[in-house]
């Protein structure tokens, strides 16, 4: 397709989307340093003023990209959370215990799976939380909220959990977006973060035995 016939295809949304797109894959690829905003509206086939017009600059661009990512993060982690929620065989205190260690395993997995993204992500100062972001902050106050509701953990523990839990599991996709989790040992490092956690905080051992067996084995 020619670079007018392409320019004459998109809309309004449709370039927003595929400027952020083509910003992804090259983020992917070499990171945020590879490429600039008028490169990736060349790329797509549109002049950069086309591209000016949906993102200031760059940085713009960049913060759009780790907002989309943190999107799909809280897609997948909210996906993992109801499967648990839905399993009416475990007690309370276990399904809150194992969405937290399917909350570990999705993140993990995923910072090693798009470590670039994960490292853009770590890097960008943002003051204020963009949607998808602010999903998943909301999806990890719920989790360290049902620990307490269920009466896993006891409710003067809610603070701690609030330091120990996310801290602890970015560190571990830390080292998975910097190769030094390998995929053989990626879910084994999840289990031993999470379970030294959760008895930490005082989560009863028996529910510690049984929150894995409500995670898929995928």
Known sequence: MSTSARRSTYHHRDLRTALLREATERVDQGGSEAFSLREAAR???????????????????LAAVVDADFAELADDLAAARDAITRDPAHAPQVRAAA????????????????PERFHLASSTGRTTPGPGEQRVRDLTEDMRAQLVETGAIHPRMFQDASWTIVPALYGLA?????????????????RAVVHTVLRGLGVAEEALAQMESLIPNT
């Open 43 to 61: 790329a797509i086939g549109v002049s950069p003023g086309a591209a000016y017009r949906h993102f200031a600059d760059k940085a713009d661009l």
């Open 99 to 114: 969405i937290v260690l399917a909350f570990g395993r999705v993140y993990v997995r995923r910072a090693g799976t798009h």
């Open 174 to 190: 830390s080292l998975a977006a910097d190769g030094q989790l390998d995929d053989a040992h990626r879910d084994d490092g999840v």
